[in-house]
């Protein structure tokens, strides 16, 4: 996995969701935009066809699905999500993420 410069987000600095990441061939490419004791906000773009294997987190974490479609896995079962669509992903349960197509998520994850 790539990943682009981790500038966090400025406070009162606008951007555009579509413009924080670019999909790159063959990549997935990852910005952190906050990251505290709390937990983090991270954003995502994916290349049609990449992914990420199984595997679990000690904490909740929701994903936001902000451009393309993807199939997340939870504990073996399957959904789809498409660009303006969430999902849930629980602590401790086993989950993976592939792109159907090109695919850009927020992944918020919280440590409380």
Do not use: C, W
Request: charge should be negative; aromatic fraction near 6%; proline fraction near 4%.
């Amino acid at each position: 996995m790539n990943n682009q410069v981790a500038d966090e987000a400025t406070p009162g600095e606008v951007k555009a969701l579509s413009e924080l990441l670019q999909y790159q061939n063959g990549a997935i490419v990852s910005r952190v935009l906050l990251k505290n004791k709390g937990g983090t906000v991270t954003a995502f773009a994916f290349d049609a066809g990449e992914g990420l294997s199984e595997h679990t987190a000690p904490f909740d974490a929701l994903v936001i699905v902000t451009d393309g479609d993807a199939e997340i896995q939870i504990a073996g079962d399957t959904y789809h999500v498409g660009e303006g669509e969430t999902i849930l992903l629980p602590a401790n349960r086993p989950h993976a993420v592939k792109a159907v197509a090109k695919f850009k998520m927020l992944l918020i994850m919280i440590r409380a």
